[in-house]
């Protein structure tokens, strides 16, 4: 961001600049930066996107709040949303087998925590799959055969999971104001989903899953056994759905976009 922002005040009107925002550093929590970094942060960002020319943000929730705090023309920030590879091709789910759920990433103290998820999990028939770095603060003190842990995996090792998994488990951080690629991700394989935690202002809403098969519930105990209980009445072989998540459509928006600059 600063070599584009020195390039653009060299060049001035010579050059174009479209900045991407996937993850803006704005948005991270003060547990992550510290509270005066974060100051610093938003004062960096706020000086250099103001010479932007074009501002890409994942959902209108983070447009609204860089609107805000930048004061700039509205035309100027953009939403594209991000994607996946879209291969919608899950591996036959084996009646009669124990389903497994799986859950890819990581957890974080006071954003994302999994406590409620992991003890839906230890009084389940289901079982548990987690894959990621995870904090041994997070794991369960008395150890289950209903959740395992495989550590980090290569993101082919990740397709292959997750294709085979009975049900995909997504985490939203609280009071986000992110849309995390995970989400994309998930449905690109095909699988039923559960969301947990997704609060009413959460950009989560913004996605129009239509007939996709997805499971709303919130981050306690009781709720997460109910959606478990659901998907297995949706059925785990039910990946039917119409929502574009391929990287051809998110292409499409930014060649436009480019266009619009020249």
Request: glycine share 6%; hydrophobic share 40%.
């Amino acid at each position: 961001m600063v070599l584009a922002w020195m390039a653009k005040k060299h060049y001035r009107n010579r050059i174009k600049w479209i900045c991407d925002l996937g993850d803006p550093w704005s948005f991270a929590s003060d547990r992550q930066l510290g509270p005066v970094t974060k100051c610093l942060v938003q004062f960096a960002e706020k000086k250099f996107l103001s010479s932007a020319d074009k501002i890409i943000v994942t959902n209108e929730r983070t447009r609204e709040v860089y609107l805000q705090m930048l004061k700039i023309d509205p035309s100027r920030v953009s939403v594209i949303y991000q994607g996946a590879d879209d291969n919608r091709s899950p591996l036959p789910f084996s009646a009669g087998a124990t389903p497994e759920f799986v859950y890819t990433g990581t957890f974080y103290k006071d954003i994302r925590e999994p406590h409620a998820l992991f003890k839906a999990f230890q009084t389940n028939s289901c079982k548990l799959v987690v894959a990621g770095n995870i904090d041994p603060v997070f794991r369960p003190q008395d150890t289950t055969s209903h959740i395992s842990f495989i550590g980090n995996l290569g993101e082919q090792d990740v397709k292959r999971v997750q294709r085979c998994a009975a049900g995909l488990i997504f985490v939203d951080n609280l009071n986000s104001a992110q849309l995390p690629g995970k989400l994309f991700e998930y449905v690109a394989t095909g699988r039923p989903i559960i969301c947990i935690g997704v609060s009413a202002l959460s950009p989560v809403h913004e996605v129009k899953f239509s007939d996709y098969p997805i499971v709303f519930c919130e981050n306690n105990v009781t709720a997460i056994t109910q959606a478990i209980l659901r998907v297995q009445e949706i059925g785990f072989d039910n990946y039917a759905g119409t929502l574009s998540v391929g990287w051809e459509t998110r292409s499409e928006q930014l060649g436009r976009m480019i266009d619009e600059l020249y």
